[in-house]
């Protein structure tokens, strides 16, 4: 009798779990403590392939999730690349050979500067609840942090990726980790917050590897050096005049 009550206590608990906390609530507040009407940011991705490590430094200006200009800093060789991203088009300006190319179709799943990235996942809307819809699953402990666990399901056809795990930090709803899968069910990225900063009240991840599951190498570390919400940006940078300035 003592096993069955405490078997019933178990389910019970279970389904108010279930009914207490939404997948889709805690996807809003994820989105609500990075989002920013405009931001700038300053930051490095590290590349870990093959024949060496790679580092490459670049400058963001966002404007909502529509707009964004990337202008790589350093080293000399990747200097004065630019991408211009206006709602779902891309282009990318080289100044070695002074032209500027449209990205679309089967390219934007190259790699960003040999990255571990795709132009795909830097077209992709940051908010998920407009792709996925979320169910909480499980709770789990990540980087000594309390996680919910969820599995997203794409509810949109052009979602880059048709399922999707991701362990959202319990008390400064950042996301942690997050697994990528093919609609096969086959893994293809994987995502690591390596540490997380308070920045305006914000919590940011400031280091975050990212994992092709289909490439070799040790992945790429993006470290996030400033940023700035609610910037005032003007509106010439985000025209592809401002590719070649």
């Known amino acids: 009798m003592k096993l069955f009550t405490a078997l019933i206590l178990v389910l019970t608990v279970g389904a108010v779990f279930a009914q207490d906390v939404s997948g889709d609530d805690l996807l809003i507040k994820v989105d609500e403590n990075i989002g920013s009407d405009n931001k700038i940011t300053v930051g490095e991705m590290v590349i870990k392939g093959r024949r060496g490590t790679r ?3 670049s400058k963001s200006w966002i404007h909502g999730r529509e707009k964004s200009f990337t202008e790589y800093l350093a080293p000399a060789r990747e200097q004065g690349t630019k991408m211009l991203k206006l709602q779902d088009q891309l282009w990318t ?23 571990d990235l795709s132009y795909e996942d830097l077209m992709e809307d940051t908010k998920l609840r ?28 052009d979602a880059s990726y048709y399922t999707r795990r991701i362990w959202i930090d319990k008390e400064r709803y950042v996301v942690l980790r997050e697994y990528r899968y093919a609609k096969s069910g086959k893994l293809l990225k994987t995502t690591d917050v390596l540490s997380v900063e308070n920045i305006e009240n914000r919590w940011i991840a400031a ?16 470290l996030l050096e400033s940023i700035e919400f609610n ?10 005049a401002a590719l070649k300035k």
């Open 55 to 57: 580092r490459i430094k």
């Open 93 to 115: 300006y080289s100044p070695t050979t002074d032209r500027t190319i449209k990205i679309s179709g089967h390219m934007l799943r190259q790699s960003v500067m040999g990255s």
């Open 207 to 222: 280091a975050v590897l990212f994992k092709d599951a289909l490439k070799s190498g040790e992945g790429t570390e993006f």
């Open 130 to 157: 407009n792709m996925y819809s979320a169910q909480v699953v499980g709770e789990e402990v990540i980087h000594e942090r309390p996680c919910w666990v969820l599995a997203l399901t794409a509810k949109v056809s």
């Open 231 to 240: 910037a005032a940006i003007p509106d010439y940078i985000f025209t592809k």
